[in-house]
C-alpha cells in the first residue's frame, strides 16, 4: 500500500501531542517511529487507524485521502492494527480468535488464512487453549496472525516486542522481515535493535513533531540512540 500522512495535528484538550507530522512509507516497506515515552506515538497510530481524529492534516491510503473514514472502513482498504496490550479475546480460544477475523474479512479456510496461522508454529500447537492461557509473547504472535488473517496492505504494531521473552522477540522479527515487499508496516518500537534489523526507514518523534527522518542505511546505531535515550 502507498500510504502517506500529511501535517496531522493532535490535540488531547488544549494540550498539542502531535505537531505537524509527516511520513510516507513505500509499498513493502517497514517505518519504524522511535521516539521516547509521551512523544504521541500510539496517539499517531490511532490517528492512522481512525480510532481518534487528528485536528488538522491528512491520512492519504493508496492516494486516496481516508481522514474521514472509519477504523472499518480502513480494515476493509487494507489496514491492520495490532495495538499495544495486544487486545486478543481472552476468553475465546486461539482457533475461535483466529476465525472470528477471518470470518469478519471473508478469509475464513482460505489459503490466506492458513498462510498467517503457519507464520506461527505454537497457534495450532495451542488451538484450542483459551487465549488467556498463552504467554505474553504467545498472545503477542496470535494478535499479529490475527491482523494478517485479514490479508492487510498495511500493518500497524504498537510495540510487539514489549514484555515478551527474547526467543519470542526473534520469531517476530523473522516473520515480520519475511513479510516486506507484500505489505506496509508501521512499527512503533522502542527496543532499538529490533527496530534496526526491521526497519528500512525511520522517524523519530519528540514532543509530537518529526525531529529526525531517513534511510535506515543513514543511520548509525549511536544517532538512534540519542533520541530515545531516556
Ligand atoms: N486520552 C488521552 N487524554 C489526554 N492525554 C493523553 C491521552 N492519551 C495520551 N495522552 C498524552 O499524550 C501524550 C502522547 O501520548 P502517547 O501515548 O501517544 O505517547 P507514546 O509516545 O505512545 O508514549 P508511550 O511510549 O508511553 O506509549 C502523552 O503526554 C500522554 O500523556
Known sequence: ?????????QHYGSSQVLRHVGLEI???????????NGAGKTTL?????????PTSGRVLLDGEDATAWSPNRRSRAGVAYVPQGREIFSELTVGENIEAAARAHGTYGTPAMEAAVALFPVLREMW????GALSGGQQQQLAIARALVTRPRLLILDEPTEGIQPNIVAAIGEVLRS??????????????????ETADAFVILSRGAVVES???EAM???HLTRFIAV
Open 1 to 9: 500500500m502507498q500510504f502517506r500522512i500529511e501535517a496531522l495535528d
Open 26 to 36: 513505500a509499498p513493502g516497506e517497514c517505518m519504524a517511529v522511535l521516539g521516547r
Open 45 to 53: 497510530l490511532k490517528c492512522v487507524m481512525g480510532l481518534i481524529a
Open 128 to 131: 484450542k487453549r483459551s487465549g
Open 179 to 196: 513479510l516486506k515487499g507484500r505489505l506496509s508496516i508501521l512499527l512503533v518500537e522502542q527496543y532499538l535493535d529490533f527496530a534496526i
Open 214 to 216: 531517513g534511510r535506515a
Open 220 to 222: 548509525s546505531r549511536d
